[in-house]
């Protein structure tokens, strides 16, 4: 059981440049949601999905865009890489309670440098 | 906006001692979560506690939450050097998004 997986774990882009950051779940999680975390300020969320076909956007999602194909699947794509996109990035995933959510499964995180 | 907020910062103590933490937020909440980073690697879940239960243990690990205060705290018993570690408190507040406080660094000092 893999969990929750994040490619690549390290990327330098330079400014203007575009890519996209893989996340996959193997445990058939309905929820799946993308994070940065930057110093002191704890996660932040981007975009999050809660199921197929439906993605929203989170707290700071300019500058990046997602999509929601498969229940495994759940791609960030940067669309023009600029400096402030430093970051860590982590992908999670959660499965439906009563009410609410469960505990999230982390991703081991992508670290990105825009230079 | 980050819906929780940790206090302490930071914590150092020494091994074999308790530690403590609280977190504070704003809204209501359909549970709260404890979440431990060690350096450099993803956030591991360690509990959660629904918004009608007050107290929950798992092994070393007590929170309590306290809805008319909104507020919840972790409390590590015998702490051990691997216990050093971020943790971070995060609120799920009806709105299918889960909100991280900036969260505490232990330090446990052999």
């Known amino acids: 059981n893999a969990g929750v997986t994040q490619t690549p774990k390290f990327q330098v882009l330079k400014t203007g440049q575009s890519m996209t950051l893989q996340c996959a779940q193997d445990m058939n999680h309905e929820y799946m949601s993308w994070y940065r975390q930057d110093p002191g300020m704890g996660l932040r969320l981007i975009h999050y999905s809660v199921g197929a076909g439906i993605t929203d956007q989170g707290e700071v999602p300019n500058g990046y865009n997602v999509s929601r194909s498969t229940t495994e699947d759940f791609p960030l794509r940067l669309l023009s890489a600029a400096p402030s996109q430093t970051s860590v990035y982590f992908c999670?995933?959660?499965?439906?309670?009563?009410?609410?959510?469960?505990?999230?499964?982390f991703g081991s995180g992508t670290r990105l440098t825009v230079v | 906006s980050q819906q929780g907020e940790e206090d302490p910062q930071a914590l150092s103590i020494q091994e074999g001692e308790n530690a403590t933490m609280n977190c504070s937020y704003k809204?209501?909440?359909?549970?709260l979560q404890w979440y431990r980073q060690n350096s450099g690697r993803g956030l591991v879940h360690l509990i959660l506690?629904?918004?009608?239960?007050r107290e929950k243990h798992s092994g070393r690990l007590r929170v309590t939450l306290d809805t008319s205060k909104k507020s919840s705290s972790l409390l590590i018993t015998a702490s051990r050097a691997a216990d050093t570690a971020s943790y971070f408190c995060a609120t799920d507040a009806s709105d299918y998004k889960l909100s991280f406080g900036a969260g505490t660094t232990v330090t446990v000092r052999a």
């Open positions: 809204t209501s909440i359909n549970n």
């Open positions: 999670a995933s959660s499965y439906r309670l009563e009410t609410g959510f469960g505990g999230y499964t």
């Open positions: 506690i629904r918004s009608n239960e």
